[in-house]
DNA sequence: AGCCTTTGACCAGCG
DNA sequence: TCGCTGGTCAAAGGC
């Protein structure tokens, strides 16, 4: 009945051993560029020339003004999309899977990128469009492959910074890192954000031209190595997207065995089953294709009940970024209570890790970010504050002692004022907002649970990058 | 030999 | 009750 005629073999790409841009981060075996070198590449500060003012300032002055990642995210956000959005469909559906048990998705997630990726395409980011245009043009959301791009691009973007690149250089770089399979994070109001957001004609054309040059649809086979995984909450409403090998999702650190594929209704992606093999351990995940193949999304189901397996480093030749992160998990004194009881409860704690805090240009906090890693590690247990009269926004970042390169930044408070002009938020996309009240609405609503992505080192091509977000509740 | 994936069949929930 | 659909089982084969 539900069995259908064997799909049709799923395009694989024989992908070089390394691609030019993945080249670009690990340099010829020197120090990778800083998370503000590649974030300023990617949105160099200078004017820009049309666009508004699009790029994000990469100016490391402190009181400047900045945009955080959650910033990013939320900066140009609408009102909530129609509940007749494709992702929200597909949250009802995962929550639908999660009725009778599900357990529900944490705020922190992270995941093993694949482990062998090439090179995509290269795109470039049109003249005066700018980051957040980019990221929030409400286009990408009806294309799981324009999904995978932007969440890329959000996290790269809010990750990197940098100097002296070009946007095709970062792009480049956007792309391969698409290809290795960063964290993918969504949450649920973001997307409800950019999904609502009002269209920017010329955003979506920059978007689509963006994509066109991106070769997204070229990137497709690609990236046929590469899923978005989507860890959804269906009571959270939060969603984290990963890249992680199709054939092997989201490596995850945990073992598990495919027991059953399915072909699900009006889609002609398979959805795979797997059941964690640990004995006795219920958890099961549930990983779904997009239409184009390219992007899929795991759903865990249960909680593990045993500690993750021993390093498979033997077997695949590198550490899982769970492993890697598990122990920057258990090293962490900062981490808020709540963080640490969903990352028990979905056993996804120990994915965690290879955080860096490249992220948010941000905020008009003062920047740790210029800090490459060996700052980073000399700032072990670094605390940072907005500089924006009156805002006690916090920032705290730590240093995992057990990963060189593994930073937990970690956010308290809650902003009380807009981003500075100039950084972060990009005007054109500030301009398809209808008021900046609506933003300003969607940045207190995120302040509750603000978000700290991090990024990984990426000089070191056998550490896979992992993301990680952080939510810190608040009351 | 052990573990995994593949895949057709079976089962259960729902409208 | 029936058909549809999603989820699971389990034999077979591959690595």
Known sequence: MSARPPPPPRPR??????????????????????????????????????????????????????????????????????????????????????????????????????????????????????PSGLLDSPGLLFSPAMVRVRSFISWTFASKGGFGMSHQQVLAQVTAQASHSPLRMFDHTEQQSFSAAPTSSNAMQHMNSAANMAGISDMVPGTTNNENVAFQSAEASQRYQVNAPVDKPADDGYNWRKYGQKVVKGSDCPRSYYKCTHPNCPVKKKVEHAEDGQISEIIYKGKHNHQRPPNKRGKDGSSSAAEQNEQSNDTTSGLSGVKRDQEAMYGMSDQLSGLSDGDDMDDGESRPHEADDKEIDNKKRSYYKCTYAGCNVRKHIERASSDPKAVITTYEG????????????????????PSNSSQQNMQNSMSSSQASLTRADFSNINQRPIGVLQFKSEE
């Open 13 to 130: 790409l024989a992908l070089p051993p390394r691609s030019v841009a993945e080249s670009l981060f690990t340099g010829a075996g020197d120090a990778s560029p800083g998370p503000l070198t590649l974030a300023s590449a990617l949105f160099p500060s200078e004017p820009d020339g049309g666009g508004g003012g699009g790029g994000l300032s990469s100016s490391s002055g402190g009181a400047s003004g900045a945009s955080s990642f959650t910033q990013l995210l939320i900066g140009n956000l609408a009102p909530p999309p129609h509940a007749s959005h494709p992702q929200q469909q597909q949250q009802q559906r995962e929550a639908e899977w999660g009725r009778g048990g599900v357990a529900r998705a944490g705020p922190a997630l992270s995941v093993a990128p694949p482990a062998g990726a090439g090179a995509g395409a290269v795109f470039t980011v049109p003249p005066g469009l700018s």
């Open 414 to 433: 809650k902003h009380n004022h807009e981003p500075p002009v100039g950084r972060g938020s990009n005007q054109n996309a500030r301009n398809s907002v």
